[in-house]
Structure formats: structure tokens, C-alpha cells
């Protein structure tokens, strides 16, 4: 349509409706119009010419209403964030940027919504499993009287929708593998109206659970061993390792490099204490206690290297006592 209204458009006077349009951020119609400019007539050079400034204004605009929507939603003003979208999207349609920002803001609001009403959920579930004693006392107590038992049956009409949507809520969340979530949904679900199905569901995501907790906590133990390793620490790098058998006893791969870190450190302390002995024998007493010292923090339950340590220690007090007579 501006096409046709081009036609009897003069320089001036599209001049004029670009700054109209720059007043109100109105980008498309400036786009649209300097499409249709025929480029050859030079009378619109001037109005060409405008093109890198138009640019930066329209780059401006953008970043102020990326800006402004931001500080909305940080506010927690959520549609105030998206009108601020909205509203620049129709002077800019499907610019890229504006456009994915304000899809972000869709999905972080319902992420919000969805953990609102989930929330609120819980909350009604635990109140009416809070009141399931004293409806069932209220039965004992009159089972004929009217007003009781519509209240009752109120309650058994309440209860049974919202176990209704808590298992609603654990398949969901079992789709998402939210597995956390949907064992407290199913969990609440089985006590507002308990049944074998939900039961073992309960049973099956709570087992889930602990195998991918205990999982993560020996693939830690088991980097922290490695660094412990690593640094000579063979103290704290056998104590990962032990932790590990403590929550699994059965578990094959800390058996395994538990029993090669023994066979390593027996090796490594045996060589020690053959060269300690070597030296205790050209009567080199410290230099031997200090390398026996050094094979104990490998093989702290050797019996043969504490006889020799405490040997070594012995003798050498005897030889400081009597350097110190003489």
C-alpha cells in the first residue's frame, strides 16, 4: 500500500514522515518505505542518506527495550516485561533478539507458574492429610448427622481430586526425569489415597534415587582418591577408598584399588626397610630410623618395622647419652 502512496510522495515530504516514524519507533514503516525509494532518482539521496543514523536509532531502541524488560522481570513485574516485548515487536517484527528474549520470558514464567501451583498443591495435600483424623473422628462421633457428613463428604471429594493431581503431577514430572519431584507427588498422592500401584511407584523412584545418590557420591570418592593418589597422600587416598566399601561392601572397583594401593605400599615400605637395614648395619642408626619412619606412614601395622623402629630409637639415645658423658 505505501507503494502506491509513494508515488505521489515528494522527497520532503517522506523526509518528513521518517521523522514522524523515528518519534514513535515505528522501524517496519521506515524499512518499508526506503525499500520502495526508486535509487536512481537522485531527489531521494538526501533521505538515503539517513540510512546509517535510522540504523543506529532502530540498534538504540532495541537495546533500551532489551534493557527496560529486563529490569521488569528482575523487579518481578512479568507482564510489565513482556508488554515492554510485545510492544516493540510490533515496530520490529520478528527481530531476533527481542523475539528470543521474550520467548525466554514465556518459559522462565511458566517455570515460575509451574512450581507455584505445584507448591500450592503440596500445600493443599498436606492439610487435607493434616485433617484426615479428625473427619474420621467427626464420622465416629455422628455418623447420621447431616451437616457432619456433608462436610465429610466434602472432604472425600477434595481428597481424591488432589490425589488425583498429585499422580497427574508425578507422571509428569517421571516424563521430565524430575525424579525428586515425582517421588513427593506419588508419595502424597499414596497417603491421601493409598494404593498398591502408588505404593510401588513410591518404592521403585525412592530406590531410584539413592542408587543415582550413591552413584555420584562414589564418583567423587573416587576422583578424590585419585588426587590424594596423586599428591603421595596414601593415608587420605586409602580412607576414600574405605568410604566407599562402607556404603558398598560389595562394591568391585574400590576392592580392587584398594587391594593394588596395599600391594603397592607393602612393596614400597619393604624396599625401605631393606635399605634401612642396610644402613643400620654401617652403624648409620639415625638414617635408618628416618627411612623405617618414612616406610611406617605406608605400613602403619607393620609388626617388623615398629620392632625396628622402636629398636633404632633405643639405640640411638644410648649413643646421644653417651656422646653426652664423654
Known amino acids: 500500500m505505501y507503494a502506491c502512496a509513494l508515488l505521489q510522495s515528494t522527497p520532503e515530504s517522506l523526509d518528513n514522515d521518517i521523522n514522524l516514524w523515528l518519534s514513535q519507533n515505528e522501524f517496519d514503516e521506515i524499512d518499508d518505505a526506503l525499500k520502495n525509494i526508486n535509487k536512481k532518482n537522485k531527489k531521494y539521496n538526501p533521505v538515503l542518506n539517513r540510512k546509517p543514523y535510522i540504523i543506529k536509532q532502530k540498534n538504540k531502541f532495541i537495546e533500551d527495550t532489551s534493557t527496560t524488560a529486563q529490569a521488569y522481570q528482575n523487579e518481578n513485574k512479568w507482564q ?3 508488554d515492554t ?65 456433608f462436610d465429610i463428604n ?17 507422571d509428569q514430572a517421571l516424563k521430565k526425569r524430575q525424579h525428586t519431584l515425582a517421588l513427593d507427588c506419588y508419595t ?35 576422583s578424590s582418591y585419585k588426587s590424594a593418589l596423586q599428591k603421595e597422600d596414601y593415608k587420605r587416598a586409602k580412607l576414600h577408598l ?27 615400605a619393604a ?10 648395619s654401617e652403624k648409620k642408626i639415625n638414617d635408618a630410623l628416618l627411612i623405617w619412619q618414612q616406610a611406617l606412614l605406608l605400613e602403619p601395622d607393620n609388626e617388623e618395622l615398629n620392632q625396628l623402629i622402636s629398636r633404632a630409637e633405643k639405640v640411638s639415645k644410648k649413643i646421644q647419652s653417651l656422646e653426652k658423658s664423654q
Open 80 to 82: 510489565l516485561a513482556l
Open 85 to 149: 516485548y510485545n510492544n516493540a515487536l510490533e515496530k520490529i517484527k520478528d527481530n531476533p533478539r527481542l523475539s528470543k528474549e521474550r520467548e525466554k520470558l514465556l518459559k522462565d514464567r511458566e517455570i515460575k507458574v509451574t512450581a507455584l501451583r505445584i507448591d500450592m498443591l503440596m500445600k493443599r495435600a498436606n492439610a487435607l492429610i493434616s485433617y484426615k483424623e479428625i473427619y474420621s473422628k467427626l464420622h465416629a462421633l455422628v455418623p447420621h448427622d447431616y451437616s457432619a457428613q
Open 154 to 170: 466434602r472432604y472425600e471429594k477434595d481428597r481424591l481430586e488432589v490425589a488425583s493431581y498429585l499422580m497427574m503431577c508425578g
Open 188 to 222: 502424597l498422592s499414596n497417603n491421601l489415597a493409598p494404593s498398591k500401584q502408588k505404593a510401588m511407584w513410591v518404592e521403585k523412584i525412592d530406590s531410584q534415587l539413592k542408587n543415582k545418590s550413591n552413584k555420584k557420591r562414589y564418583e567423587d570418592l573416587l
Open 242 to 268: 574405605n568410604t566407599m566399601l562402607a556404603i558398598d561392601p560389595s562394591h568391585k572397583k574400590a576392592k580392587s584399588l584398594l587391594t593394588a594401593l596395599n600391594d603397592k605400599l607393602r612393596e614400597q
Open 271 to 280: 624396599t625401605k626397610i631393606t635399605r634401612g637395614k642396610e644402613l643400620y
